[in-house]
């Protein structure tokens, strides 16, 4: 029988000894420099350890930590829901009293050295005895979430004041999911759909409204669900004979969108245009009446004698343009064989409608052909405000009348001019087309104006 030798033992006892300091170091070292706050408490429920982060967070020394100095005054402790925390409910003392781990539990406390509340979530493990089973203390993490809590805060401060919006707004308002069921609605929303809020979540859009598929709400409902981009439009819903404005877009849940009942707005905005049309045709009538055919007011392009020129143009501005114009005038003239006051009318009544152009909207082009029949056409473009059709008359008719975005005075000089007057004008520019022919036709009004 052979016995251990003595050194043997000692060198293995030292061995494990080294490795026990080497454990205890590197747990210090980690309990030492961790970001989380740690405190250890005895089965007494006394504070016997904590780490500078956990003395960081909570503003105190170690002496106030295990009681031993007081705390601050106003220091404060209280629950999530805002009552104050007692000693019994913290977690630590819940592990070390049901010997199970306590985790996710929320608090906060207030110091008056922080000037705020600060708000912690708290995972307490209990220490069991190996032998009896009984706890014999708990170590508790604490890690701050203050700027969580915030965020939250103000998340559902944001959630709050939309939905408060929402509610309250006058348009029907509706959020659909991916499937296209509905999942919000606001009052107005009911109003509009005809049906209460209970009757609409849940349900799918299609299903209720199936008058609508193929229809531009589809189309447009679609194509913002896809996320292309929101979008704006106007469509009629002939269930209930009602036009709609809607605007809809992509949510992370699927689409929203608003919808405005325009009808009232669009059958206003229909006999204002049914108004304005009257109006045109009872001016151009009056204009065309009075100057004895001459002028002849054209609302659109089709309302012109013919397809703009658009080639061999002659550029107005104010140091040229002007020249060249009345010379290509004449050519044409002599072209077709004008006598020396036909002649000498067209260029004056090319000079004025060039000269209003240059004048009145910065510049423009001009363009001189000759038609069959011996008709010399003249054509003025240009870019400038336009004529209102309230200053129609005046700006044609009236010798001297100018302001801006008229003709100014040489209206009433082209009509004496020549045979006919086309002109065009809208909030982007104006047209005026000059014809003359090699004789003159008598107008029975035109020794009155």
């Known amino acids: 029988m052979t016995h251990p030798d003595p050194d043997d033992q000692s060198d293995g006892l030292d061995s494990a000894r080294r490795a026990l300091a080497e454990s205890e170091r590197r747990y210090r070292t980690l309990f030492e420099t961790m970001a989380q706050g740690v405190y250890y408490q005895d089965k007494d429920g006394n504070i ?9 967070l909570l503003g105190l020394n170690m002496d106030q930590m295990q009681g031993l100095a007081p705390m601050p005054e106003g220091w404060r402790v209280l629950r999530e829901d805002g009552a104050p925390l007692t000693i019994e409910e913290r977690a630590s003392i819940q592990a070390i009293r049901t010997r199970k781990p306590v985790m996710g539990a929320i608090s906060c406390f207030f110091n008056p050295k922080f000037g705020e509340f600060r708000w912690l979530r708290a995972n307490a493990t209990p220490e069991l005895d190996p032998v009896t089973g009984e706890s014999i203390g708990a170590y508790t993490i604490f890690e701050d979430i203050t700027e969580r ?25 509706f959020a659909l ?7 919000y609605v606001n009052p107005q929303g ?3 759909a005809g049906f209460s809020r209970e009757q609409l979540i849940g349900r799918r859009i299609w299903d209720i409204y199936p008058e609508i598929l193929g229809t531009g709400f589809q189309k447009q409902f679609e194509r913002a669900m896809a996320g292309d981009a929101p979008v ?6 002939t269930a209930s004979q009602t036009w709609y404005r809607a605007h809809a877009y992509a949510t992370p849940e699927g689409l ?6 325009i009808t009232n707005e669009r059958r206003a ?5 049914f108004a304005e049309d009257r109006q045109r045709e009872f001016m151009r009538d009056v204009l065309a009446s009075v100057t004895g055919g001459k002028l002849r007011l054209c609302f659109s392009a089709s309302d012109l004698p013919s397809d703009p020129p658009s080639t061999d143009g002659i550029p107005l501005t104010l140091t040229e343009g002007l020249r060249p114009l009345r010379r290509r005038a004449e050519e044409a003239a002599h072209t077709v064989g004008f006598d020396s006051n036909r002649t ?8 004025e409608a060039g000269m209003n152009a240059v004048v009145h909207a910065g510049g423009g082009g001009a363009y001189v052909r000759i038609l069959p029949g011996q008709v010399v056409q003249i054509w003025i473009v240009d870019e400038g405000p336009g004529i209102s059709i309230e200053n129609l008359p005046r700006a044609t008719l009236e010798k001297g009348y100018t302001t801006a975005g008229t003709l100014g005075h040489g209206m009433k000089m082209m009509l004496r001019a020549v045979d006919r007057v086309y002109l065009r004008t809208t909030s982007s520019g104006a047209t005026v087309v000059l014809e003359q022919s090699p004789y003159p036709s008598d107008s029975v009004l035109l020794s009155d104006w």
């Open 48 to 56: 016997t350890t904590a780490n500078p982060a956990m003395l960081a």
């Open 149 to 173: 809590r915030r965020s939250e805060q103000a998340a559902t401060e944001a959630a709050r004041t939309i939905a408060t919006v929402l509610e309250n707004v006058t348009d029907a308002y």
């Open 177 to 183: 999911d991916k499937e296209w069921r509905y999942i």
């Open 190 to 192: 009911e109003q509009t």
């Open 232 to 237: 704006t439009f106007e469509e009629y819903y």
């Open 256 to 261: 929203a969108f608003y919808l405005r009942n």
């Open 269 to 273: 905005s229909e006999e204002r245009r």
């Open 344 to 351: 000498y009318d067209l260029i004056t009544a090319a000079g």
